[in-house]
């Protein structure tokens, strides 16, 4: 296609090969613009414009089938106003928040065993991780198995324990608490791979050289493990901070956002108000309020990780 | 139109896109896609192509005719004709059809029914993937009034029961027709009811009756079997709120009111009619098996009785096969105990009403099809086929003398028209509608808190909710 | 002695096996209690406590699976799930190889714009983008039967392009390739360049040989994610029996809209749903991708040291 530029020679050089000589001395440029074109237009159509139209709908009343009218903010407003989204937002938080807390020391903890020389690590690393290969559907058309009052599984565990047997679907602790441990049970494995992933890349010279020094197992930890964790703990915090906000399949399938509301979280609701309550509008506002929180909270983290960086 | 510009650009954006990144892909980058690409994998694509071509029905001569079917039929369809008496009557539906209309294939097509089925609906009407025929009961009226479906003009409505139709009526337009239905009755268990030491023959006819016996076949039971089984908020068919509804009606209360300017429903949580009923409800829950009103499924909910492990509760038309398939030989039916002055009153439950999507590429073989399903000779199939009950007046009276006294009297119901009714359909946003009902039972169930109080609460969510 | 060495050092081991026997007990429980339960009778499943235990190796619950008029539909399934994958793993393997090549190694202005404009759009949830590309594919006009205008058909729902066409530029594979290409020493590439070689060839015979555990990590993951995808299917090409992948498939047959014989059983007394049999499905939805997980977990964490996820 270049060969259409060949036109006519102009002074001592054409212009062909003041072309060709302009490439060579360019040749970085031209190589990672041919291959980032394509790709940079491709990612233009299906990521950029995508997030634009979701823009433009939020701003209307389209229900799916008729024609919309603009209503400015009033989506953006009414998801601050009514208390309904608040509690909704509220619960994604806590959700994405808790497990969280839970799942990333947990993630720690094993990782360090599993990072010792131990027999069967190979296995114990494989059955942690499992959980995270599994379809988030089915698992949880399983946990519904479980979670049935007559001869569930919980229960019989519950009351085997020596308790009072729960009724999951209406106990807002009970229901809340089981969708952590789905949570957790499903998104440590990665943690823990992660964390194994940057353990092993801590060089041993390190820890040799400190043992040198005199330096007792916990001080290696301190001054060694600890530091050399940070990267990695800032990653694993954004990924999970943005995955847990975007818990969907176990609402959607298990809980169906209540009791109360007390289990509702914005994506489930999303997917409510699109194709149950044929609102677009509050719909895809409620996805742009959410892709700027995470976007902002993923900013705010990374900064603050920079700071400890440089502290 | 607004919308269509928009996505014409987009469409045109997107397109645009296509071309664009097959012209400008540079040499270099192109040789690369094939070193990585290799060749199985383009011819991949061709095989699935060329089997998507042969799959795709040609639209060409006869006409096809789509329909998304309710579970029973369209499922029988896959069996065969001789098996059973569901079985037949699919056969024969679709084929009695088709012999009358030769150019016309009925295809039938299973998307589930209720939640699913209006899941599976509000995708493919997004998608302009509808089929010509949608079957349904409970969001008609909602979908005609977002303008996707066609009235039903010109046909005769003479002969059908009003109630039966009453859930596809918006604003004095027909939108569809049920080709069967169902009513509500009394279930009992006999067996649990005489050891109990009840006499079975005399079934509760009053609300105070029942309360009365359920309590004593519990404390008969001590807990190896109990007085009733109530379905409970748990479980997201629409199972108990049809049958709550049922008990609202006879004490002439109800859940929702009608929404003038939509024609649609308006939540109506806080009737002060209702409250007695809620106050009965909560004291039946405690007689009944313990957690069951919290049980997700509902086929446990309603086989517990059949297991013996219930004396009482509230069953379709469609129990009575289901008991006798099943070998429950010693349940039995009766009319639905009534509260102080009430009035006998049902709503119509697996009531499958067809209509046609306003998108249908077929509305006059569509509407052939719905007349289809009001005849006699169709009507006739039904109840010896599934249980269920004919629609039409004339179907109906032919029915009445070979059927037990339970269900005469619900025929006689709906030839009558009074006490009978649909489920609402909110006026918006009804997953979050029914949500607020839903919560409000949970309380009613697990808390002591003042019924009024509740409700009033329930009300100020509701109206929160459709606002 | 070397034995009496690695006896003590198990013994002072011990709690630290016994811990993680017991924790990954614990996190394998659903899956085991999902396996054994699916290989007994109803009768046995509802007298059995917390973890059913099956007297023999009874496969009757899979032989029901396996019904001939279901098979055809699983192959199909099946087919179109491993279409995708080798799909996804060519098309954004290999655009998400160029594009780290030119992100790590080509010196051009705007490097660093480009990547973190790529990177972004892994900060924002999936839904801002499902809606929009929904409609766009609904819309796409002269296919499906729509017109110029993209009005009047169903454009690529309920067909293959519309599985294949979205998230073929992955940012995050991007961003797992260019991390590892900063680990390999770039005087490999010098010394192939100083022999003659081209781009292609330096990318193909130094880089690719070096990455080829990231490759491997890509393909499982690639595998899971479409083995497990269902919110995209369900929306796209959920009205078409012939296109389900695995995920949506082997949901819909556990909540019964697949016609399989024997999910609702017919007991004396009362129909119910035959619950060993719906965890019989579970396991076999959940088993491909355990297993090929557990076969290739080495690769896998050599894969993530590799992409110099170090800390």
Redesign the interface.
Known sequence: ?NSSLSIQPSGSLSLWERWQRYLRQHR??T?????????????????I???L??L??SFTD????????FVGLKNYFRFFE???YRQVFSNTAYFAVVSMVIGLPLGVI?AL??N?Q??AR?I????????T???????S??????M????G?FN??VT?LGFK?V????DVNALRNIILGYTV?KGVGSTI??Y???????PRELYEAAMVDGAGRFQRFWYITVP?????TT?VF?TGI?GG??I??PIQLIS??????STNVV?NQ???????????GI??SS??I??LF??FA?MISMRAMRQGEAA | MNRNRLFNLLAVLVMASLILTACSTPTPVEKIVEVTKNVEVTKEVEVIKEVKVTEAPAPKGPVTLVIWGEGITAGQLALDASADAKAQYAHMLVEGFQKENPDITVQFENHGWDEELRQNLVNAMLAGTGPDIIVGEGFFKNFAALGAMMPLQDIDLSNAIPGTYQGAELNGKVYGLASFTSVFGFERNCDVIAAAGLDCAKPPTTWDELLGQAEQINKAGAGNYYGYSLQGPAGFSMGSAFRLKVYLLQAGADMSKPDAETGLDYPYFNDPKAIPVYEFLRKLEKQSVPGLAFEPDEGKVYSQLFLGKSAYQMAGGWHVQWAKDTGCTNCQYSAIPLPPGGQAATVVVANVIYGILKTSKNPEAALKWIEYTQRDEVQALVFAANGRIPTTRTALEALRPSVDPATQAYIDLLLTGKNIQAMPQWVKNPQKVWQVYNDFLIKLFTTDTPVKELMDEAQAAAEEAVK | MNRTRTFLYQIRNSPLHLFLIVTSAIMMYPLIYGLFASMVGMEEFYRAGWMPMPTSLNFINYISIFDPTVVPMMVRSVGVTLFRTLWYAVVSGGSALLAAYALARLRFRGKEFVFMLLLSSTMLPGIVYQLPIYIMMARFPLLGGNDIMGQGGSGMINTMPSLLLPGLVAPFIIFLLRQSIYGIPIEYEEAARIDGANFLQVLWYVYVPFLSPVFVVILINTFVAQWNDYLWPLMVVGGNPSLLPTGLFFQRMMAGAIPLKNVQVAVPGGTITNIPLILAIATLATLPTVLLYSFFQRYFTEGMQGAGLKG
């Open positions: 296609m970085d440029q190589l990672a613009w041919t291959i980032l074109t394509p790709i940079l237009i491709y990612y233009f159509f299906f990521s414009v995508p997030v139209t979701n433009v709908i389209w229900n799916g089938f008729n024609a919309f009218h009514d208390k309904y094993v065993m599993l010792q131990i027999r190979g114990y690393r494989t059955l942690w991780y499992i959980p290969v599994t379809s988030g559907a089915i698992i058309q399983m946990v519904i198995v479980f049935a009052p007559y001869g599984v019989l565990i085997g047997a009724i999951w679907q209406t049970w791979v992660l194994l992933a940057a353990l092993q890349g801590i050399m964790l940070t990267n990695m990653f954004v943005i906000f975007q969907f399949e169906r956002g209540g009791p109360f509301n994506l999303i997917y409510n108000d699109a194709f149950k309550n044929l609102d677009f719909a895809t996805a742009t959410l892709a995470l976007l993923s």
